[in-house]
């Protein structure tokens, strides 16, 4: 977890320094268009280098009924987050739209649990690790934590720029920034984990971020200077650290026996779902506050919405807190 968390902080330095320069000297559609050289070659590495899988036992593979209800579920979800947005101009058409994506939704679920009734071997999420208490409420720490975390750098570049009056490469400067924290604390903090089990690194990652918004609300609300801002985006590159290594390791170590490999493939799959519903949230509630899109908004429409979208975060680590630290502490020994 530490490896990929110093992998995903280069990925996080990196990206935003080639993004702001490109916006800067380009237009920013060239950002896709250099996307696919990059995919090609990764591609072409995987291809080569990755080791062929192993064989597979077809008869555990989920069922079709299962993976495709969990498909449209995600899909459904985030379109509905969204609404307010992807439909807007369409009138009353969008009340029939918004009630035909909850009908969907609802036959989803319906489909998903009846997936798991029916196919317990082969079902899609299994019925043991859910019922497992402890490692429910790790889940939902780390995906509310990581909700925070997709929607803080989602709306930071237009804080940077529309409100502290920054440009787009020093605005992906100031992003780069946090990533260096988080790279430089990934590794100790997984060392922690391994030696003395992960509550309290685990306890650090909504403690650290919920700071965070309490001291962007103070700089936001005195229009301090830029320069300033430098703390708190490294409490935030920090909390990083904690969030993506602590709290899924702590996921694995309280799994249900036998389950370890489903419940990694299960954080796998909530990191970047949380932090794209954390997108669409946070977009949901800056549209309240402006008629136009997020990039024409006022300074006073963006202090407008940026102030109740780190209370909202707040509420929501605070939540996560609280269930992080209701689970004990286990030390799982790692034989070298």
């Not at 100031?174 to 003395?196: E, Q």
């Not at 102030?307 to 790692?334: E, G």
Request: include cysteine; charge should be neutral; glycine fraction near 8%.
């Amino acid at each position: 977890m530490s490896v990929m968390g110093i992998a995903s902080g280069f990925a996080i330095i990196v990206g935003p320094l080639i993004g702001g320069a490109i916006s800067a000297n380009l237009h920013w559609g060239w950002i896709f268009y250099f996307n696919i050289p990059i995919c090609i070659l990764i591609t072409v590495l995987a291809v080569r280098y990755l080791p062929k899988d192993l064989s597979i036992e077809s008869a555990k593979d989920p069922t079709i009924l299962g993976s495709l209800s969990v498909m449209i579920l995600i899909s459904m979800a985030l379109g509905l987050v969204q609404s307010s947005s992807l439909f807007s101009g369409l009138g009353s058409l969008q009340s029939v739209i918004i009630i035909a994506f909850i009908a969907v939704i609802c036959l989803s679920i319906y489909a998903l649990i009846l997936s798991i009734k029916r196919d317990k071997e082969r079902a899609i999420l299994s019925p043991k690790l859910f019922k497992n208490k402890e490692y429910t409420t790790i889940m939902v720490a780390f995906f509310l934590c990581s909700i925070i975390s997709g929607g803080c750098f989602y709306i930071l570049p237009y804080m940077f720029q529309g409100y502290w009056g920054m440009g787009e490469f020093e605005s992906g400067v100031y992003i780069a920034i946090s990533s260096v924290s988080t790279i430089i604390l990934s590794l100790p903090v997984g060392k922690i984990c391994d030696r003395h089990g992960c509550k309290w690194p685990s306890v650090a990652a909504p403690f650290l971020r919920a700071l965070f918004c309490v001291i962007m609300i103070i700089l936001a609300i005195q229009r301090s200077e830029a320069v300033f801002l430098l703390f708190p985006i490294i409490l935030l590159g920090a909390s990083n650290a904690f969030n993506g290594t602590a709290l899924p390791t702590r996921m694995v170590h309280h799994s249900t026996p036998g389950c370890e490999e489903e419940a990694a493939n299960i954080m796998l799959a909530v990191s970047p779902l949380a932090s794209a519903l954390g997108c669409a949230v946070f977009a949901s509630i800056f549209g309240f506050y402006s008629s136009g899109s997020i990039g024409s908004m006022s300074q006073d429409e963006l202090l407008a919405g940026f102030i109740p979208i780190m209370c909202f975060s707040i509420v929501v680590l605070c939540i996560s807190f609280i269930c992080t630290v209701a689970i004990k502490n286990k030390v799982v020994r790692v034989e070298n």
